[in-house]
């Protein structure tokens, strides 16, 4: 087991990476006497590893369980006052303790609710999902979408800890843990050439979900998470560099309705829209923009999707990450190290969009 410190300016706190950590989890939450504790999950995830996780209770203090159906649609404000009501009607108090057992959208919509629920009850992170536990689970940002887009409304609230079990992604379907390990491959890339080079080599072990592979790779995208959420908490700097690919990866999808690809696969083609800019600069070495776009091949296959080059760009523009008059990109400038610019032209991404568009093209 590792255990990989988050300090920043607002919070400290430990993230643990290993295996069989439910008893940790129960050990390390001080169950003190009286306290509500609340699991909020989905029902998929429950049916298989509920048993397991209940077992880690002492008999006298089983939590209350709540459930968020699975899917973005739900990560709504309506799901987050109908939880609300469910915890008030259970008798949860200002002392109540939240638990976000689940994949990215359980640990976004439960820090939020945790965040508001009496204006703040204290939670933990226990994400079930290889892009929870690389990122989404570290740093603090909780919250829900609106119609008008993605994670329009939230707030920052840390988790008392965050207990990544790697034991739980033996049951995530082999489409989200390549999502999620594209994620991976961005820390690497942005800023950890040695884990960068390790996903370069054991692809397969990785893929074959071998643990030690795993549990190298998790705690190293961690490990940059923490460090990079320690220097700069609210992004007003260096977190912008965690939005390597997330430029044209949030227009694809917008542009495809969140529907055709999963979110870290929409990032992949976004990482090699920003290495052919990177390329056509001269701010990359081809050999090193080669290894790089080898490596997010390495763990496709990528889904195809169509969209209009006007629409993607049109979607790029909203982005909420741009400021107004320019285009923000993360470019890489080699192996484990990347830059944040500000103006790229329309130009620059209409040539990088019509070129992931024809290799995209269904
Ligand atoms: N807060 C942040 O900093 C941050 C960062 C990145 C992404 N996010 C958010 O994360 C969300 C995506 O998260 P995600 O990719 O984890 O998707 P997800 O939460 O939708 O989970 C993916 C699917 O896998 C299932 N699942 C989860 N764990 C499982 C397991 N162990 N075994 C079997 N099935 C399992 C879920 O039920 C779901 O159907 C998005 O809403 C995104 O906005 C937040
Ligand atoms: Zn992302």
Do not use: C
């Amino acid at each position: 087991m590792r255990k990989i410190p988050v300090k920043t300016a607002s919070a400290e706190y430990p993230v643990y990476v290993g295996f069989g950590l439910f008893p940790l989890l129960t050990r390390r939450i001080a169950l003190k006497s009286g306290r509500r504790v609340f699991v909020l999950t989905s029902p998929e995830i429950w049916a298989l590893w509920g048993k397991r996780f209940l077992a880690a209770f002492p008999r006298g203090a089983q939590p209350t369980t709540l459930f968020l159906p699975a899917g973005e649609p739900y990560k709504r404000l309506a799901q987050v006052e109908r939880l609300a009501g469910e915890m008030a009607a259970a008798g949860a108090d200002r002392s109540g303790l939240l638990i976000a057992f689940g994949g990215g959208i359980v640990g976004d919509l439960g820090g939020f609710l945790a965040a508001i629920y009496m204006r703040g009850i204290e939670y933990v992170q226990a994400p079930t999902t290889l892009l929870a536990q690389v990122d989404s689970s570290v740093g603090g940002k909780t919250g829900v979408n609106l119609a008008a887009g993605k994670n329009l409304i939230g707030s920052f609230h840390h988790p008392l800890a965050v207990f990544a079990d790697i034991d739980v992604l033996q049951t995530l379907p082999e489409r989200e843990l390549r999502a999620g390990l594209y994620e991976s491959v961005k820390a690497g890339i942005i800023r950890d050439a040695a884990l960068f080079r390790f996903m370069e080599r054991n692809a397969e072990a990785i893929l074959r979900r071998e643990p030690a592979a795993l549990e190298r790779v998790i705690a190293a995208s961690i490990r940059m998470k923490a460090e990079v959420v320690g220097i700069d908490e609210r992004e007003s700097g260096l977190r912008m560099i965690l939005n390597f690919g997330h430029t044209l990866g949030h227009a694809i999808e917008a542009a495809t309705g969140y529907r055709r690809l999963l979110h870290g696969e929409a990032i992949a083609w976004g990482m090699l829209a920003a290495l052919r800019i990177a390329r056509k600069r001269g701010t990359v070495s081809a050999g090193e923009a080669e290894r790089m776009e080898r490596t997010i091949a390495a763990y496709g296959p990528t889904p195809e999707f169509r969209a209009s080059v006007d629409r993607l760009m049109a979607a790029a523009g909203r982005d909420k990450k741009n400021r107004a008059g320019s285009r923000r990109f993360v470019l890489p400038r080699g192996i484990g190290d990347a830059v944040v610019v500000e103006d790229v032209t329309d130009a620059e991404m209409e040539d990088t969009t019509r070129a992931i568009l024809a290799t995209a093209r269904l």
